[in-house]
């Protein structure tokens, strides 16, 4: 009997190896950080700022730039939003994580 015919090829394990760490970067380039667009991350915020207030307008600027706090750096959007507040106007400006939506900054504009 050839002890041959009972073992697996020995290039078998390298070559599956290689072949699902290939599509694993491929399914990650193409599905994982992928960038929010500008519209829905107003949405978000807008949503987020309405459970509080009636709004009275918003913007957002289209392109993300950098941002870094600390050690960590990302992509965010840089926006603002107007709402009433016992009756006043009152603008916020934020800055948002363009892969997440999070509010990264968030700040009061005082209105003189």
Same mark, same amino acid.
């Given at each position: 009997? !050839?002890? !041959?015919? !009972?073992?697996? +090829?020995?290039?078998?394990?390298? *070559? &599956?190896?290689?072949? @699902? ?11 994982? +950080? ?10 978000? =915020? ?7 207030? @009636?709004? &009275?307008?918003?913007?957002? +600027?289209?392109?993300? *730039? ?5 050690? =960590?750096? &990302? ?5 603002? =939003? ?12 934020? =800055?948002?994580?363009?892969? &997440?939506? @999070? ?7 005082? !209105? +003189?």
């Amino acid at each position: 009997m !050839n002890a !041959n015919n !009972n073992s697996l +090829n020995p290039w078998l394990i390298p *070559v &599956t190896l290689g072949a @699902s760490g290939i599509a694993g970067f491929i399914a990650g380039k193409l599905f994982g +950080n992928r960038q929010m667009s500008a519209d829905r991350i107003l949405k978000l =915020v807008k949503n987020d700022f309405a459970s509080e207030g @009636s709004l &009275t307008g918003s913007w957002i +600027n289209d392109k993300a *730039v950098p941002f870094q706090r600390f050690a =960590v750096k &990302t992509q965010a959007y840089e926006g603002g =939003v107007s709402r009433l507040e016992d009756g006043d106007e009152v603008d916020y400006e934020f =800055v948002a994580d363009a892969y &997440t939506g @999070s509010l990264l900054e968030l700040k009061r504009i005082e !209105n +003189n």
